[in-house]
């Protein structure tokens, strides 16, 4: 798909949703002082973090809290009572609880990857707005079924690519590719999300707070160890592929404007053998964009942090862009034949930092080597949790002050060609797109 039809398409909906969105303001508005009344379903680690991120926006009422695991339950309704005074209503069941709470206006899912789709579904269908973390599903199946639930419904549902909402994303966008041409022309995309093996141990777990077996299996899990580690397992999730890549592919396609028209990848499980997943993946996309070609090469591996955590750089004939949710790792490096820059540091737009250290004469290779680029740092800083914007955007989009910057029809563009990773590593062959692959 090129760039105009992918951003004519998305902005068609998202101005949908806005639309959309206004029966559900006047309700609030009218009806509890624009309160919005939230079922928090999944209070997991991610529940949490979302959970936290909320508690800093105004006019939101926990009313409910829904997990399978008591411990989950019980914690996060004792947080939901030290932030508004009262504890919410619980429930271990989310059908249980669209059947007997009245008057919500939102669901925020947090629950394992094969749960977003029949959980998000449910919701819609009952007529709540929606807001689902990332990766939408654990198939491509199920994340169609969450756009068709959304527009059947005609209710919002943000996904949660929180960097869509991040200001230095949008402000890297929208001002320095898109406005300056900062970059001259992309030809090349890099990114990254490397973890040591000290953090991608299995998750443990206390043996008194054991579910029992009869609630696990009615859930999907076999076990205690599945139920705390199911990214590990093929039928529960997309692997790290999903878990961490899909954040910073999405960027690649957000930024691109388009869908890649390939990819090809190779992966092993190199160090945890036995889980289910592979454990380092590499994967090469190919877009044919409105600027010309471009080749993306993403990287996600679990058993060394080397090469600087996790980033995504646009790399241009004139500059490359180094972008982070990590201030400290975002930077932009000006090619030496690039045009003078002087106007847009004087307006602000960008800061230099220090040029390093020339390479030693002695050194016989660096006489072939480019001339070290200038460096400049990208001025401003998120001083809020990372998703806290994402949030606030949903939740005026809501309230019909703002437009979603992620509905589930755009993060499922994004996201379609993600679901096509493992498939082709596991072939050990390129797949060339059809458009029925990235279509709902």
Same mark, same amino acid.
């Given at each position: 798909?090129?760039?105009?039809?992918?951003?004519?398409?998305?902005?068609?909906?998202?101005?949908?949703?806005?639309?959309?969105?206004?029966?559900?303001?006047?309700?609030?508005?009218?009806?509890?002082?624009?309160?919005?009344?939230?079922?928090?379903?999944?209070?997991?680690?991610?529940?949490?973090?979302?959970?936290?991120?909320?508690?800093?926006?105004?006019?939101?009422?926990?009313?409910?809290?829904?997990?399978?695991?008591?411990?989950?339950?019980?914690?996060?309704?004792?947080?939901?009572?030290?932030?508004?005074?009262?504890?919410?209503?619980?429930?271990?069941?989310?059908?249980?609880?669209?059947?007997?709470?009245?008057?919500?206006?939102?669901?925020?899912?947090?629950?394992?990857?094969?749960?977003?789709?029949?959980?998000?579904?449910?919701?819609?269908?009952?007529?709540?707005?929606?807001?689902?973390?990332?990766?939408?599903?654990?198939?491509?199946?199920?994340?169609?079924?969450?756009?068709?639930?959304?527009?059947?419904?005609?209710?919002?549902?943000?996904?949660?690519?929180?960097?869509?909402?991040?200001?230095?994303?949008?402000?890297?966008?929208?001002?320095?590719?898109?406005?300056?041409?900062?970059?001259?022309?992309?030809?090349?995309?890099?990114?990254?999300?490397?973890?040591?093996?000290?953090?991608?141990?299995?998750?443990?777990?206390?043996?008194? !707070?054991?579910?029992?077996?009869?609630?696990?299996?009615?859930?999907?899990?076999?076990?205690?160890?599945?139920?705390?580690?199911?990214?590990?397992?093929?039928?529960?999730?997309?692997?790290?592929?999903?878990?961490?890549?899909?954040?910073?592919?999405?960027?690649?396609?957000?930024? #691109?404007?388009?869908?890649?028209?390939?990819?090809?990848?190779?992966?092993?499980?190199?160090?945890?053998?036995?889980?289910?997943?592979?454990?380092?993946?590499?994967?090469?996309?190919?877009?044919?964009?409105?600027?010309?070609?471009?080749?993306?090469? /993403?990287?996600?591996?679990?058993?060394?942090?080397?090469?600087?955590?996790?980033?995504?750089?646009?790399?241009?004939?004139?500059?490359?862009?180094?972008?982070?949710?990590?201030?400290?790792?975002?930077?932009?490096?000006?090619?030496?034949?690039?045009?003078?820059?002087?106007? !847009?540091?004087?307006?602000? /737009? !960008?800061?230099?930092?220090?040029?390093?250290?020339?390479?030693?004469?002695?050194?016989?290779?660096?006489? /072939?080597?480019?001339?070290?680029?200038?460096?400049?740092?990208?001025?401003?800083?998120?001083?809020?949790?990372?998703?806290?914007?994402?949030?606030?955007?949903?939740?005026?989009?809501?309230?019909?002050?703002?437009? #979603?910057?992620?509905?589930?029809?755009?993060?499922?563009?994004?996201?379609?060609?993600?679901?096509?990773?493992?498939?082709?590593?596991?072939?050990?062959?390129?797949?060339?797109?059809?458009?029925?692959?990235?279509?709902?």
């Amino acid at each position: 798909m090129k760039r105009r039809e992918f951003l004519s398409k998305s902005g068609t909906v998202a101005g949908a949703g806005l639309i959309l969105g206004a029966p559900s303001i006047l309700k609030a508005a009218e009806g509890n002082n624009n309160k919005v009344n939230v079922a928090l379903i999944g209070m997991g680690k991610q529940g949490r973090v979302l959970f936290e991120a909320m508690s800093n926006i105004p006019g939101i009422h926990f009313q409910t809290v829904c997990d399978i695991w008591d411990y989950n339950l019980d914690g996060g309704a004792k947080k939901v009572q030290a932030l508004q005074g009262h504890m919410p209503t619980k429930y271990t069941d989310i059908d249980e609880l669209l059947e007997k709470e009245k008057g919500l206006d939102v669901a925020i899912v947090a629950t394992p990857d094969f749960w977003h789709s029949p959980h998000t579904v449910k919701c819609l269908d009952a007529g709540l707005h929606v807001y689902c973390e990332k990766m939408m599903s654990n198939t491509i199946d199920g994340a169609r079924a969450m756009v068709r639930a959304m527009e059947r419904n005609k209710k919002l549902c943000q996904i949660g690519h929180q960097r869509r909402s991040n200001p230095r994303y949008r402000y890297t966008l929208d001002h320095l590719i898109n406005h300056h041409k900062i970059c001259g022309t992309i030809v090349n995309i890099n990114g990254q999300w490397n973890r040591a093996v000290k953090s991608s141990q299995d998750i443990k777990y206390s043996k008194r !707070l054991t579910i029992d077996s009869d609630r696990l299996a009615k859930y999907g899990f076999k076990d205690m160890h599945q139920f705390m580690n199911w990214r590990f397992y093929r039928d529960l999730s997309g692997g790290p592929i999903s878990d961490l890549g899909a954040h910073q592919i999405d960027v690649f396609n957000w930024f #691109l404007g388009c869908q890649p028209k390939s990819v090809f990848a190779s992966a092993g499980n190199d160090y945890f053998k036995t889980r289910e997943h592979f454990d380092n993946v590499m994967a090469i996309f190919e877009y044919d964009s409105e600027q010309g070609p471009v080749r993306a090469f /993403y990287q996600v591996l679990t058993t060394t942090s080397a090469g600087g955590g996790f980033y995504e750089s646009f790399m241009g004939t004139d500059a490359t862009i180094k972008i982070s949710e990590s201030a400290a790792s975002s930077s932009i490096f000006r090619e030496s034949t690039a045009p003078e820059w002087d106007d !847009l540091i004087q307006r602000g /737009y !960008l800061r230099r930092k220090p040029a390093p250290p020339k390479p030693e004469a002695t050194d016989g290779i660096s006489s /072939y080597a480019s001339a070290a680029p200038e460096e400049f740092t990208i001025p401003g800083v998120l001083n809020k949790p990372p998703h806290q914007n994402h949030l606030e955007n949903f939740f005026a989009s809501v309230r019909g002050d703002a437009t #979603l910057n992620c509905d589930a029809r755009h993060a499922f563009e994004s996201e379609a060609p993600i679901f096509w990773v493992n498939p082709s590593a596991l072939q050990k062959e390129p797949i060339i797109f059809t458009p029925e692959q990235l279509q709902v």
